[in-house]
């Protein structure tokens, strides 16, 4: 079949990064002897403490593969999170939990379900396959899933992937809660980043209706150890509001051990995150209670209200 590049999306995080390790074996047990775990970005803090605490290595990192190539899409499908000449390879199979955003001249495997993390729908696929989970395959996805579900608090969290959690944690021999509140805290460590680089981590420009707004989200074990920075975050905050003519910037500090987040609110529009919640901004800012998902309580309510 000649060789098959495995990817998930750029900007990887925990979920993008084992599914394509997960797929390589997969394909393996399928007879793919030649399909190979890549990545397109840099692994960020989070997967970094999964792949020591496993002593496994990165998939190897690449920009673009040659026009023409094999390529197998995981826990992406969009093209504008993918690899710039998509148009020009020869996708084999996708599997993904994102809505579709993908459109082919020739048929492919596809296969996306709305469950909280692409593991899930691996661990799926090799239960209808027969094949056993080993140790570090459990592994690799009980972190994802944990990753992406935030301990399977997020309100994306199914009962498939409750399921896989369970099951994942027996074969690895690894307690979810503890392992995965270590694995979360991981990557909430700040230290290292400027400013403007925390304020890109997770940033999505996304429009609620005509209001034209960036949404960043910043996971953290301790709000108060972020809101430390609040001036300086605002400062820049303002500055992008002006370079990239905003409605809105919302800057969403999200509590990982108690599933909330604060705000900050900046811009003209900062008006529709009160009246989208019911809250009063003192300062720029205010605690959304129980608000953890950017893709399932922020988008919605923020474009039902705009
Ligand atoms: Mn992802
Ligand atoms: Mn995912």
Redesign the pocket.
Known sequence: MGKTYIFGHKNP?T??IT?SLVMADFERKLGNAEAKACRLGNVNKETEYVLNYLKIEAPELIENVEDGANVILV?HNSPSESIDNLNNVNILKVVD??KLALETAYPLFYRAEPVG??ETVMYKLYKENGFTIDKTIASLMLS?IIS?TLLLKSPTTTEDDKKAVEELSKISGINAESYGLEMLKAGTDLSSFSIDEILHLDAKKIDFKNVKAIVNQVNTADISDVMKMKKDLEDRMNEIIAEENLDLFMLLITDIVNSNSQVIALGKSASLVEKSYGVKLENNTALLKGVVSRKKQVVPIMTENA
């Open positions: 995080d979920d993008s599914s826990d939990h994102h993390c692409t994802a992406d």
